[in-house]
């Protein structure tokens, strides 16, 4: 169920992603490539998106999922994968 869940966050960002460009988002770094493998995909997204709800002195916080550095691992940032899906190094 977790993985149902998941999977259909991953999806809404990506619709959403598309949808919205996000403002203020520096691109000096491949932001949004959390596991470091040069690819913006579906893993870096899942990895956003399995830590959802997590915030600052949870143990599963992670500030490298908290991508726009609000101290909670939350729907923004898997956006902010979703609207750099498929860039590369
Ligand atoms: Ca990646
Ligand atoms: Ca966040």
Redo the contacts with the bound molecule.
Sequence with gaps: MNRLISLLLVSVALIAGVAFELPGVARAELIG???G?C???F??ALMVARNIGYSEGSLRYSETLDLNHNGRIDFFDLQIVASHWGEHC
């Design positions: 490539d959390l596991d493998n690819v913006v995909n893993n870096d």
